[in-house]
């Protein structure tokens, strides 16, 4: 289920931000995103996690949201697949 959520979230990122086909494949768990990808601004952030939602079948809680899970695309995998874990 990792490398699913894995490539499921590249996905995402890729669909929701409109970035270029194979962009987000290049991404490595220190890739910043909020604040670096120009594409990920705040109104970005609402489609990206409700989109993450309903692609993976999670519920993100507003409490859930803070600076340091969009910060990199390691720490929003790691979010992404404790949420997909928990029962």
Same mark, same amino acid.
């Given at each position: 289920?990792?490398?699913? !959520?894995?490539?499921?979230?590249? +996905?995402?990122?890729?669909?929701?931000?409109?970035?270029?086909?194979?962009?987000?494949?290049? %991404?490595? $768990?220190? !890739?910043?995103? %909020?604040?670096?990808? =120009?594409?990920?601004?705040?109104?970005?952030?609402?489609?990206?996690?409700?989109?993450?939602?309903?692609?993976?079948?999670?519920?993100?809680?507003?409490?859930?949201?803070?600076?340091?899970?969009?910060? !990199?695309?390691?720490?929003?995998?790691? %979010?992404?697949?404790?949420? +997909?874990? $928990? =029962?």
């Amino acid at each position: 289920m990792e490398n699913e !959520t894995d490539l499921l979230l590249r +996905r995402i990122l890729t669909d929701v931000l409109g970035l270029k086909q194979g962009q987000a494949d290049g %991404f490595a $768990a220190e !890739t910043g995103l %909020f604040g670096h990808l =120009p594409e990920l601004d705040s109104m970005a952030v609402a489609g990206l996690l409700t989109e993450m939602e309903d692609r993976l079948d999670i519920v993100i809680e507003d409490d859930d949201i803070d600076g340091e899970m969009l910060e !990199t695309y390691g720490s929003l995998l790691v %979010f992404a697949q404790a949420k +997909r874990a $928990a =029962p």
